[in-house]
């Protein structure tokens, strides 16, 4: 009696765990799909491409 609870509440804990990892995968893919997310080009930082802010041309 006893090992088929032991049972019933491993398998109820391996449900949850299954829930939590489906969860976590779909945040992390979430996280990945940001519209907004800074685009990484390289560890060297890539200057601004405005060249009209320092200039008094014109």
Not at 1 to 6: E, K, L, Q
Not at 40 to 57: C, D, E, F, K, Q
């Amino acid at each position: 009696m006893i090992d088929a609870i032991m049972f019933e509440l491993l398998v109820d804990m391996e449900n949850k765990l299954r829930i939590i990892r489906r969860f976590l995968g779909w945040l992390a893919q979430l996280g990945e799909r940001r519209p907004y997310k800074a685009d990484v080009t390289g560890s060297i930082p890539v200057p601004p491409t405005n060249l009209r802010s320092g200039s008094s041309a014109g």
